[in-house]
């Protein structure tokens, strides 16, 4: 029984050693300086890269953060400070389904919130969209951590007569600034891989954006319009893609392990 | 308060204990209170929102269609005639697949990681698990397509038939060339083995070990007190997790997309290519060329949304009631 449980372990980690092998192989020989520098080539042609894209995705992670973060962390802070505990519980629960909803269904509302009415797809759009993705993400684990700073330092920044709001901004997220930024970077990582709620709001560009009020490429999307293209070329880039974003990921994923790891050794 | 700075802060000295005693709170006080719960209610807008927004995008279709929506196989955009049925079968069937698969080696792995492992490989397992959850569905999907789905064409999907073929689900052509409701199932199994195995996890570690004593108190052996004492106390916590993995199988889009073949149809052989709720939307959306098409899309999505948060709402009870808020989401 210990062996076959032992099997089990091993049969679940194989996918990730895998997948990371065949990213590797096809993707290292891939990666050239065309691919961080130029725009995609005209369909059939050889060479071009794929900047368009990785800034795409920096400027929708950016536009994201804007929307997914104030907002995450500021209901985090009302969460683990203030509320009863029923009403909390109800805003937990709230937020854990949200969190449930397909991300195909996120990117169907705001076609029909933004694009819509809006006549054509945007980055800003693309940028509402995991914004909003991130805000139940980000305010379960900003509540997570402002829960573990000790009672004590509250109370005793109370008594000296510090107002409560005060009190919870320069002390309390003070004191838990590390895990709430731990807690963003993993939302990052989550919504830099996301590719289908674009699929109709970014919507991808083959060139340079200009402005929020165009379509723009992103890594996800071109990795998904490349592998379903019949050119081989084209799959060698997507391959490229494919790894600058794993990389990207798994490096957030174990720099964050880094980053907290006395807590996480605590927990085991 | 009119007053200068300095003013107020004398005032507000000599108020203190008076306002300490009202349970009163000054201004600022109040407005970060209101902003941080007018923030925290952001969830339950969003949840509105979506619910609103998606109501509102299939009126036509339900107008038009009536609940025959939910029953008929006819996808014909030349007609301008849509039925959801075959997607809602293919996302019922695939998440089907999905637990089958991934529920045993789940469990297993989690009563392994706390139960029987040594120590010093605990951590290193875990981190690759959670690796594993991290990895973007895209790049899963697009492994996928270009190392699993011809594997499966030439190897597993002959070796089932050959030995299988007796029950129709392994029986009939492999059209899709792997391409098939099968390899959607196999990839949705390996999506939310790592959510499984880390709330099951979770849930088994927060078993008292006072209930494992007792257990071996009696006599038993060690595969008897995790059978008995860890999974039979754990039940409906593991319920949970298996229930929250469904959720998240149900709505999964890319990689699905990426391997079931994307054909309008259902059939009872897993070989052959299907479509589900998700990957319908994905690759239709932008096909769609009258406002009853899109309408119907925006239905598809509703029926999703729905069945999701109906299994959301389930898991999301059977892990708050097993275990109190201790239990962090995992997603």
Same mark, same amino acid.
């Given at each position: 029984?210990?062996?076959l449980?032992?099997?089990?372990?091993?049969l679940?980690?194989?996918p990730?050693l895998?997948?990371?092998?065949?990213?590797l192989?096809?993707?290292?020989?891939?990666?050239?300086?065309?691919?961080?520098? =130029?725009?995609p080539?005209?369909?059939?042609?050889?060479?071009?890269g794929?900047?368009?894209?990785?800034?795409g995705?920096?400027?929708?992670? &950016? =536009?994201?953060?804007l929307v997914?973060?104030?907002?995450?962390v500021? &209901?985090? /802070?009302?969460l683990?400070e203030?509320? &009863?505990?029923k009403?909390?519980?109800w805003?937990?629960f709230?937020?854990? /389904?949200?969190?449930g909803?397909?991300?195909?269904?996120?990117?169907?509302v705001v076609?029909?919130?933004m694009?819509?009415?809006?006549?054509g797809?945007?980055?800003?759009?693309?940028?509402?969209?995991?914004?909003?993705?991130?805000?139940?993400l980000v305010?379960?684990?900003?509540?997570?951590?402002?829960?573990l700073?000790?009672?004590?330092?509250?109370?005793a920044?109370?008594?000296?007569?510090?107002?409560?709001?005060?009190?919870?901004?320069q002390i309390?997220v003070?004191?838990?600034?590390?895990?709430?930024?731990?807690?963003?970077l993993?939302?990052t990582a989550?919504?830099?891989?996301?590719t289908?709620?674009?699929?109709?709001?970014?919507?991808?560009n083959?060139?340079w954006a200009?402005?929020?009020?165009?379509?723009?490429a992103?890594?996800?999307?071109?990795?998904?319009?490349y592998?379903?293209?019949p050119?081989?070329?084209?799959?060698?880039?997507?391959?490229? &893609?494919?790894?600058?974003?794993?990389?990207?990921v798994?490096? /957030?994923?174990i720099?964050?392990?880094?980053?907290?790891?006395?807590?996480?050794?605590?927990?085991i | 308060?009119?007053?200068?700075?300095?003013?107020?802060?004398?005032?507000?000295?000599?108020?203190r204990?008076?306002?300490?005693?009202?349970g009163?709170s000054?201004?600022?006080?109040?407005?970060?209170?209101?902003?941080?719960?007018i923030?925290a209610?952001s969830?339950?807008?969003?949840?509105a929102?979506i619910?609103?927004?998606?109501?509102?995008?299939?009126?036509?279709?339900?107008h038009?269609?009536?609940?025959?929506?939910?029953?008929?196989?006819?996808?014909?955009?030349?007609?301008?005639?849509?039925g959801?049925?075959?997607?809602?079968?293919g996302?019922?069937?695939s998440?089907?697949?999905?637990? *089958?698969?991934?529920?045993?080696?789940?469990?297993?792995?989690?009563?392994y990681?706390?139960?029987?492992?040594?120590?010093?490989?605990?951590?290193?397992?875990?981190m690759?698990?959670?690796?594993?959850a991290?990895?973007?569905? *895209?790049?899963?999907?697009?492994?996928?397509?270009?190392?699993?789905?011809?594997?499966?064409?030439?190897?597993?999907f002959?070796a089932?038939?050959?030995?299988?073929g007796?029950?129709?689900?392994?029986?009939?052509?492999d059209?899709?060339?792997?391409?098939?409701m099968?390899a959607a199932?196999i990839i949705?199994?390996i999506?939310?083995?790592?959510i499984?195995?880390?709330?099951?996890?979770?849930?088994?570690?927060?078993?008292?070990?006072?209930?494992?004593?007792?257990?071996?108190?009696?006599?038993?052996?060690?595969?008897?007190?995790?059978?008995?004492? *860890?999974?039979?106390?754990?039940?409906?916590?593991?319920?949970g997790?298996?229930?929250l993995?469904?959720?998240?199988?149900?709505?999964?889009?890319?990689?699905?997309?990426?391997?079931?073949?994307n054909?309008?149809?259902?059939?009872i052989?897993?070989?052959?290519?299907?479509?589900?709720l998700?990957?319908?939307?994905?690759?239709?959306?932008?096909?769609?060329?009258?406002?009853?098409?899109?309408?119907?899309l925006?239905?598809?999505?509703?029926?999703?949304?729905?069945?999701?948060?109906?299994?959301?709402?389930?898991?999301?009870?059977?892990?708050?009631?097993?275990?109190?808020?201790?239990?962090?989401?995992?997603?």
């Amino acid at each position: 029984m210990e062996l076959l449980a032992f099997a089990c372990a091993i049969l679940v980690v194989m996918p990730l050693l895998l997948v990371f092998y065949h990213v590797l192989r096809e993707g290292l020989s891939s990666v050239n300086l065309a691919f961080f520098t =130029q725009v995609p080539a005209a369909v059939g042609e050889k060479g071009g890269g794929m900047a368009n894209a990785l800034v795409g995705t920096v400027v929708l992670i &950016g =536009q994201a953060a804007l929307v997914g973060v104030p907002i995450g962390v500021l &209901g985090g /802070i009302y969460l683990s400070e203030y509320g &009863g505990t029923k009403f909390n519980w109800w805003i937990r629960f709230a937020a854990d /389904i949200l969190n449930g909803v397909p991300s195909i269904t996120w990117g169907v509302v705001v076609y029909g919130l933004m694009v819509v009415p809006m006549h054509g797809s945007s980055a800003l759009a693309g940028g509402v969209v995991l914004g909003l993705m991130m805000i139940p993400l980000v305010m379960r684990t900003t509540e997570e951590v402002l829960q573990l700073v000790p009672g004590g330092y509250r109370e005793a920044s109370l008594a000296l007569g510090i107002s409560k709001w005060r009190t919870i901004v320069q002390i309390v997220v003070r004191t838990a600034l590390k895990g709430i930024v731990t807690g963003v970077l993993l939302a990052t990582a989550r919504i830099a891989g996301e590719t289908a709620p674009l699929l109709f709001t970014a919507f991808g560009n083959l060139g340079w954006a200009h402005g929020l009020k165009e379509p723009i490429a992103a890594v996800p999307l071109v990795i998904y319009n490349y592998a379903m293209s019949p050119y081989p070329d084209w799959h060698r880039q997507a391959w490229a &893609g494919a790894l600058v974003l794993l990389l990207l990921v798994l490096f /957030i994923n174990i720099g964050v392990r880094f980053l907290t790891r006395d807590r996480f050794q605590q927990k085991i | 308060m009119p007053t200068t700075e300095q003013t107020v802060a004398a005032d507000r000295a000599a108020e203190r204990p008076a306002r300490l005693r009202a349970g009163a709170s000054p201004l600022g006080d109040r407005a970060f209170e209101w902003l941080t719960l007018i923030m925290a209610l952001s969830v339950f807008v969003l949840i509105a929102i979506i619910g609103y927004e998606l109501a509102r995008g299939s009126t036509l279709a339900i107008h038009k269609f009536h609940w025959h929506f939910l029953v008929s196989s006819d996808w014909d955009p030349g007609n301008d005639v849509y039925g959801a049925l075959p997607f809602i079968e293919g996302t019922l069937v695939s998440s089907a697949i999905a637990l *089958v698969i991934a529920v045993p080696i789940s469990i297993a792995t989690a009563v392994y990681l706390t139960e029987l492992a040594p120590l010093w490989l605990r951590q290193p397992l875990i981190m690759f698990i959670e690796l594993l959850a991290a990895i973007p569905s *895209v790049i899963l999907g697009f492994w996928g397509m270009d190392v699993m789905v011809p594997w499966l064409h030439t190897h597993l999907f002959p070796a089932l038939r050959g030995r299988l073929g007796f029950l129709p689900i392994f029986h009939g052509p492999d059209y899709g060339h792997g391409y098939s409701m099968l390899a959607a199932g196999i990839i949705l199994a390996i999506m939310i083995i790592p959510i499984i195995t880390s709330i099951s996890r979770e849930i088994l570690r927060s078993v008292p070990g006072l209930q494992r004593e007792a257990a071996f108190a009696l006599g038993a052996t060690r595969w008897e007190v995790t059978r008995i004492a *860890v999974l039979g106390y754990a039940k409906r916590g593991l319920f949970g997790a298996v229930i929250l993995g469904l959720g998240r199988a149900l709505g999964e889009t890319m990689a699905v997309t990426m391997v079931i073949g994307n054909a309008p149809q259902f059939l009872i052989s897993l070989f052959a290519p299907g479509s589900t709720l998700a990957s319908w939307i994905a690759t239709q959306f932008t096909e769609a060329v009258s406002n009853l098409f899109y309408s119907a899309l925006f239905e598809l999505g509703l029926v999703l949304l729905g069945v999701t948060l109906l299994v959301n709402v389930l898991a999301q009870l059977l892990l708050k009631t097993f275990a109190g808020p201790s239990i962090k989401p995992q997603h």
